[in-house]
């Protein structure tokens, strides 16, 4: 398996220019996007300059490569009331099926676009739970672990009823704050403190209380 180490960028100078140029490879591309995934989901302000430590890159190189890969904040037209009413509707679905359900209504827009909408307007927060993929982000795992957690009845979850094919590996989860706390009580040994988002995980735990005196 490739490390981040081993992915570091290749610098290479042409006759026509003296500027670095940067390779970036897939492990670097997923460490941007799960970089990205705990600023816009988690707040995380640091998220971003830590992958760029972590990659051995500057920041700005690190928010170009973003922009790139449809990450950073793009500008489209203005939303609909219509288009608002869908979103708060299908907020627990995966960004991908609201894109394909909205076009579905007629209406067209990018993943990316639905992904900021979708943050800006605090949807999924204000929902009462996270898909299995944003779960483990927050506990710092492997998605197979979540799905692990599951199958062996320790994590309460239910299914996202997407439009995902069997091949496409099923439909996915739905787990809600309750059955998060409730594991976390119930298996402290299953997590690893050093990897979970700590804000996240305190705000959790305390429901919210996390700073009130």
Known sequence: MTSIAAARPEYAHTEQSRRRKYSFTPTMDDEIRRAYHLFLDFSNRRAI????????????????????????????????????????????LTDAVIQRKLKAEGF???????????????????????????????????GHKITYWINRKMLKASRRQTDRTEQQGGDTYWITHAAVREFILSHPDEIDLRKVEKWWFLDLITAGRIGIR
């Open 49 to 92: 300059s830590a992958c760029a430590r972590k990659l051995q890159l500057p920041k700005w190189m690190v928010t170009r490569r973003g922009a790139v890969l449809g990450l950073a904040r793009v500008k489209e037209p203005v939303w609909s009331d219509a288009e608002v009413a869908l979103l708060e509707r299908w907020g627990h």
């Open 108 to 142: 067209e827009r990018s993943i990316n676009g639905v992904h900021l909408k979708m943050r800006r307007l605090r949807i999924k927060q204000n929902l009462d739970g996270y898909s299995a993929h944003a779960l483990a982000l927050a506990f710092g795992v492997d």
